[in-house]
């Protein structure tokens, strides 16, 4: 099946920079999430960006989408140690079942 | 507390063995979805229930089985357990259309020994 890729495999930055994560898919798609996870955790919903969307702000992310280039990018601004986590992309792959396919993931550590 | 709730924890056994996970999902959510997750697979879909009904499949072997109960909670039935079966299990649910996206629970780490 389809999946989302996540780019780079690991980000290592110091508190207070930005960290940007890219996801590129292959099919089209009604929308797009990214989610966290702490190690050995579940994951945690952090935003999802439909088809007809091209950029939306949580907090401190913003993920933009341009499904022109499959691609979408979560910017997280002013990282905290808090943020060390995985971060994966998914996409329904244009279903409308509900399920979800999953990148491998962004390690991101941020050092204090 | 994320409202799904897996239970065990974490689970022992021994190759040959069989096994039953257990979720129970968040309030109101009509749909279940397994996933199993290991370093070198990533998060692999394996079954999606609404409403007491499989709405897809995905790469779930015939080994595994899952059903989801009138009360919305589910099970993942695994048997004949291999060591590669060892992995992160998890369920998330999701409302009716799932446009909120998913809630998951905290797993079950399998450990087939």
Partial sequence: SQQGEEDPQALSIQEGENATMNCSYKTSINNLQWYRQNSGRGLVHLILIRSNEREKHSGRLRVTLDTSKKSSSLLITASRAADTASYFCATDEGSTLGRLYFGRGTQLTVWP | ?113
């Fill in chain 2, 1 to 113: 507390d994320s409202g799904v709730t897996q239970t065990p924890k974490h689970l022992i056994t021994a190759t040959g063995q069989r096994v039953t996970l257990r979720c129970s999902p968040r309030s109101g959510d009509l749909s279940v979805y397994w996933y199993q997750q290991s370093l070198d697979q990533g998060l692999q879909f394996l079954i999606q229930y609404y409403n007491g009904e499989e709405r897809a499949k995905g790469n779930i072997l015939e080994r595994f089985s899952a059903q989801q109960f009138p009360d919305l909670h589910s099970e993942l039935n695994l048997s004949s357990l291999e060591l590669g079966d060892s992995a992160l299990y998890f369920c998330a649910s999701s409302d009716r259309r799932g446009g909120g996206g998913y809630t998951f629970g905290s797993g079950t780490r399998l450990t087939v020994v």
